[in-house]
């Protein structure tokens, strides 16, 4: 049972390149969740995805764009890669059915933007 | 805009002491607090959650709630250099879980053998 699984694991990109951050779940979770990790920051969500065919802002969505491709895929996507994105980018998921449930995390995506 | 707030550290505690973490936060109708253990370059994993005021012991682990004070806390025993780590207060708001949860910004546990 693989779990959450995001690829790539670490990714250098020149600034205004593009790049899309793949997470995958085989766990039939309903929602699923971006979120990006600074020093010193804690874990920010970026978007979020309820359930499949939904997608909503989370707190710092600039700069971001996401799909849900399926109840397993939620892909996030750089349009213009900025410094200010460099970051660990972890995606959870979880079945959302009732109040209290813990998240299950991928292992992450080390981002560095130059 | 919802806040978990948390002492960054890093917390230095000898080995066999009781480490003791806290955490308040912001949105008076949270109902789910979560604490999360992450390694130095891993994932974070969940280590205790609770959801009622009082006490919830799980082996050396100890979470605390008060939501009248809006205050979090874990409590760890018998101090391993294993524990050594960053602790993430997380919160679930008012309108459950379906926008994700809110995290403080960890603080850093050293447990000097």
């Known amino acids: 049972n693989a779990g959450v699984t995001q690829t790539p694991k670490f990714q250098v990109l020149k600034t205004g390149q593009s790049m899309t951050l793949q997470c995958a779940q085989d766990m039939n979770h309903n929602s699923m969740y971006w979120y990006r990790q600074d020093p010193g920051m804690g874990l920010r969500l970026i978007y979020y995805s309820a359930s499949e065919g939904t997608t909503d802002k989370g707190e710092v969505p600039n700069g971001y764009n996401v799909s849900r491709l399926n109840k397993r895929e939620f892909s996030l996507r750089l349009e213009s890669a900025a410094p200010s994105q460099t970051s660990v980018y972890f995606c959870a998921s979880n079945t959302n059915r009732r109040r209290g449930e813990k998240l299950f995390f991928g292992s992450g995506t080390q981002l560095s933007v130059l | 805009q919802k806040e978990v707030e948390q002492n960054s550290g890093p917390l230095s505690v000898p080995e066999g002491a009781i480490a003791s973490l806290n955490c308040t936060y912001s949105?008076?109708?949270?109902?789910?607090f979560f604490w999360y253990r992450q390694y130095s370059g891993k994932s974070p994993e969940l280590i205790m959650s609770?959801?009622?005021?009082g006490d919830k012991e799980d082996g050396r682990f100890t979470a605390q709630l008060n939501k009248a004070s809006q205050y979090v806390s874990l409590l760890i025993r018998d101090s391993q250099p294993s524990d050594s780590a960053t602790y993430l207060c997380a919160v679930e708001g008012s309108g459950g879980g379906a926008d994700g949860l809110t995290f403080g910004k960890g603080t850093h546990l050293i447990i000097q053998p």
């Open positions: 949105d008076r109708g949270s109902q789910s």
């Open positions: 609770i959801y009622s005021n």
